[in-house]
């Protein structure tokens, strides 16, 4: 970095009517993750102290390597100069408007370049803002709050989007989705993948006996015990339609995955939730169908991914006739049904 350059003005000596002790009453949010990119370490350094209480601050001073850091971390709001040397703020912002992962990144150029030309390119860029030194950091800090609110309420949207309101599990589209795009990676790089299919045992009987609004509290409380089972942000909980929910384990083998399901059996009927139509068990309890994917073992011509699933839902029907309260599993290789009683 270029500590001798003169022509642009440091942050240091902007106007500032911005006191510590102000605050913003965001105790809903997510810490959110602010970029700042600027070839002055002066005026990095002042806006850390501007907003590093509030957001999670990442500083750097070229373009360049702040782009190949968004590609690895989760960015929610750039603060991008312009003037920089070997790649400049509008080339920056052009590319990361022409990649599909960082497109959706909101971006404010904080800049000494003060025509109405100038404005126009970032702006015609796809910049979110564009801010003209000398600044006032009252103004900027409300601008960057706002941006970041709007940022998390489309979070929050797109959240809702692919949860089930009811359970708070994935709702059955994003479920297709994910167990796709994992199915789809395992076969790519010969890995394996556990797929379980859950059903609450006599659970008409329930909503007969005890009404449909216990039995909504009755599938929050199952899914909240099958969800608090994941051990990976990449494992998958989704409510697969009624009473039924689907486990995708990725990377998982029928070791890792009968524990999965062990506990799981384990922690509802721990609930103890009563259930006087479920003989000879009293409670509510689940049945579970399980399927190992094995890439390395299976002809993927052979075998698609609704063959995967139907193997699954074999094994669920299994548990179902071989006295509910249970798991059978079935490594698809080998085609050949396993059944192991956990009572």
Same mark, same amino acid.
């Given at each position: 970095?270029?500590?001798?350059?003169?022509?642009?003005?440091?942050?240091?000596?902007?106007? $500032?009517?911005?006191?510590?002790?102000?605050?913003?009453?965001?105790?809903?949010?997510?810490?959110?993750?602010?970029? +700042?990119?600027?070839?002055?370490?002066?005026?990095? !350094?002042?806006?850390?102290?501007?907003?590093?209480?509030?957001?999670?601050?990442?500083?750097?001073?070229?373009?360049?390597?702040?782009?190949?850091?968004?590609?690895?971390?989760?960015?929610?709001?750039?603060?991008? %100069?312009?003037?920089?040397?070997? #790649? %400049?703020?509008?080339?920056?912002?052009?590319?990361?408007?022409?990649?599909?992962?960082?497109?959706?990144?909101?971006?404010?150029?904080?800049?000494?370049? !003060? $025509?109405?030309?100038?404005?126009?390119?970032?702006?015609?860029?796809?910049?979110?803002?564009?801010? *003209?030194?000398?600044?006032?950091?009252?103004?900027?800090?409300?601008?960057?709050?706002?941006? #970041?609110?709007?940022?998390? /309420?489309?979070?929050?949207?797109?959240?809702?989007?692919?949860?089930?309101? @009811?359970?708070?599990?994935?709702?059955?589209?994003?479920?297709?989705?994910?167990?796709?795009?994992? /199915?789809?990676?395992?076969?790519? /790089?010969?890995?394996?993948?556990?797929?379980? #299919? +859950?059903?609450? !045992?006599?659970?008409?009987? /329930?909503?007969?006996?005890?009404?449909?609004?216990?039995?909504?509290?009755? @599938?929050?409380?199952?899914?909240?015990?099958?969800?608090?089972?994941?051990?990976?942000?990449? %494992?998958? *909980?989704?409510?697969?339609?009624?009473?039924?929910?689907?486990?995708?384990?990725?990377?998982?083998?029928?070791?890792?995955?009968?524990?999965?399901?062990?506990?799981?059996?384990?922690?509802?009927?721990?609930?103890?939730?009563?259930?006087?139509?479920?003989?000879?068990?009293?409670?509510?309890?689940?049945? +579970?169908?399980?399927? +190992?994917?094995?890439?390395?073992?299976?002809?993927?011509?052979?075998?698609?991914?609704? %063959?995967?699933?139907?193997?699954?839902?074999?094994?669920?029907?299994?548990?179902?006739?071989?006295?509910?309260?249970?798991?059978?599993?079935?490594?698809?290789?080998?085609?050949?049904?396993?059944?192991?009683?956990?009572?």
């Amino acid at each position: 970095m270029e500590s001798n350059k003169m022509a642009k003005p440091s942050l240091s000596k902007v106007r $500032s009517t911005w006191s510590p002790g102000t605050s913003f009453d965001k105790s809903e949010f997510k810490r959110q993750t602010l970029m +700042i990119v600027d070839d002055y370490q002066s005026n990095l !350094d002042a806006l850390e102290a501007l907003f590093g209480f509030e957001y999670n601050v990442v500083l750097y001073d070229n373009a360049k390597d702040a782009l190949d850091y968004i590609l690895k971390e989760e960015v929610d709001l750039i603060l991008l %100069d312009v003037d920089m040397p070997t #790649m %400049d703020g509008y080339e920056a912002c052009r590319e990361l408007k022409s990649n599909e992962l960082t497109a959706h990144i909101p971006i404010i150029f904080v800049t000494a370049a !003060d $025509s109405p030309d100038d404005e126009e390119k970032g702006l015609l860029l796809g910049a979110a803002d564009y801010v *003209v030194k000398p600044l006032n950091f009252a103004i900027l800090r409300v601008r960057v709050r706002n941006q #970041m609110e709007l940022i998390h /309420y489309r979070k929050k949207l797109e959240i809702l989007s692919y949860v089930d309101g @009811l359970t708070g599990a994935a709702n059955r589209r994003q479920l297709d989705t994910m167990l796709l795009q994992h /199915y789809a990676a395992t076969v790519r /790089y010969g890995h394996q993948m556990a797929l379980m #299919m +859950i059903d609450i !045992d006599n659970f008409k009987l /329930y909503n007969d006996c005890y009404g449909h609004i216990q039995g909504d509290e009755c @599938l929050k409380q199952v899914a909240e015990k099958i969800i608090s089972v994941k051990r990976r942000e990449t %494992d998958v *909980v989704g409510r697969y339609g009624g009473e039924e929910f689907a486990v995708v384990l990725p990377d998982t083998d029928l070791e890792g995955a009968l524990v999965v399901a062990n506990k799981i059996l384990d922690r509802i009927r721990a609930l103890r939730i009563v259930h006087e139509n479920n003989k000879p068990f009293d409670i509510v309890t689940v049945s +579970i169908g399980l399927a +190992i994917f094995e890439a390395d073992h299976v002809d993927h011509q052979e075998q698609s991914l609704d %063959d995967f699933v139907r193997l699954a839902d074999q094994q669920l029907y299994a548990a179902k006739h071989s006295g509910k309260n249970r798991v059978n599993y079935l490594k698809s290789e080998a085609k050949l049904a396993h059944k192991i009683k956990v009572m």
